[in-house]
């Protein structure tokens, strides 16, 4: 043997192994994750903000533009201008024969009506004075109200009654019936002229004031019973039902339940019947009195045989105008409140 000793050492002669890497931080770890966190916390705010800058931009692009805007504000400005013209050139015939009443008969045959806009000093009331000092226009007033005030109660009670039977009550042939009556809806009214002159005049009722009401009676109760039993049917069955269970009898639950429920349906036929009665012309014509006519007919007999008499016909016709106007808004409200619950319904 040498004189150098080749005893190996032990432990370097043990094998290693590359076990797993270690999660522990690294001489450089601390930095840099302060270095990081610096980094992200100075380019927070600015991400950030342009973060919710383009959100904001997508929020903006996605509202109405600003010229948008303009055109929907002018398109709402130009339908409104539109409306009131169009109502002012509806009021139009309606304002020249207001202004016409209060002209005399020289500036009538002088111009127009619209004189009055640049000499409103030629306005008088004289026409109105001499029309109300005729027996004639003063007697048919009074004839029309005595016509119309009871076919229109007649109406409205017979067709309430007879809306709520057919709504709420059994009885035989309901169906049917209502049919029939939906049917007599299509019926004219000079189909009946003369039938009903020919029964009117074996009965005495011909040229009556009775008979007149009696005809506007009878051609407006389809329409009265037709709409009341629509309308009485959309009333809840739970509503009546708890009526009944509480005692309440068919004639006191039409009384105090039906018949508040059904206001505005019943305002509304008042309305439209008594519009129809006081300018109805051609049934006043035929079985009216001729010796108390309707206000319509006594101004078709005001009419000169040579020559116009606008100063006769036009405060005439205005008066005669005014009253269902009067009428009109006096129930506005009701009749606004059965168009749009028929609407809804």
């Known amino acids: 043997m040498s004189g150098t000793d080749a005893t190996p050492d032990p432990k370097a002669a043990e094998p290693t192994y590359a076990g797993p890497a270690q999660a522990g931080p690294s001489p450089a770890g601390p930095a840099h994750a302060e270095s990081s966190s610096a980094e992200s916390s100075s380019a927070g705010p600015s991400s950030a903000r342009s973060s ?14 600003y010229a948008a805007r303009a055109s929907a504000r002018l398109a709402g400005g130009a339908l409104r201008v539109f409306l009131v013209v169009a109502a002012l050139f509806w009021l139009l015939p309606t304002l020249g024969l207001l202004l016409s009443s209060f ?15 640049t000499a409103p000093s030629r306005l008088t009331a004289d026409n109105y004075e001499r029309l109300l000092t005729n027996d004639t226009i003063t007697g048919s007033l009074l004839s029309t109200f005595a016509i119309a005030v009871p076919a229109t109660l007649l109406v409205v009670t017979l067709g309430a009654f007879a809306g709520y039977a057919f709504a709420w009550l059994e009885f035989p042939g309901r169906d ?9 809806l299509v019926v004219p009214v000079q189909v009946a002229l003369i039938p009903v002159s020919e029964l009117f005049g074996s009965i005495g009722l011909f040229e009556t004031t009775a008979g007149v009401v009696l005809f506007h009676t009878a051609f407006g109760l389809p329409f009265a019973v037709f709409l009341l039993r629509n309308f009485f049917a959309e009333i809840p069955r739970e ?8 005692g309440a009898g068919e004639l006191r639950l039409f009384a105090r339940v039906v018949l508040p429920l ?14 129809w009665v006081w300018n109805d012309m051609l049934v006043a014509l035929v079985f009216a009195d001729s010796a108390h006519p309707p206000v319509t007919v006594a101004l078709q007999q005001q009419v000169r045989q040579f020559g116009n008499n606008i100063d006769v016909l036009a405060p005439g016709a205005f008066l005669s105008m005014a009253v269902p106007l009067v009428v009109f808004f006096a129930f506005q409200r009701q009749f ?10």
């Open 336 to 345: 606004v409140s059965g168009v749009m619950a028929g609407a809804i319904k």
């Open 176 to 184: 049917w019936l209502f049919l029939v009556v939906v049917g007599l």
């Open 52 to 65: 919710s800058g383009s959100s904001s931009a997508v929020l903006a692009g996605t509202g109405p533009s």
């Open 262 to 275: 059904g206001g505005p349906a019943i305002a509304s036929l008042g309305i439209f019947q008594f519009l």
């Open 239 to 246: 509503l009546l039902e708890a009526a009944r269970l509480d």
């Open 103 to 117: 002209l005399s008969p020289t500036d009538l045959n002088d111009g127009g009506w619209w004189q009055v806009l």
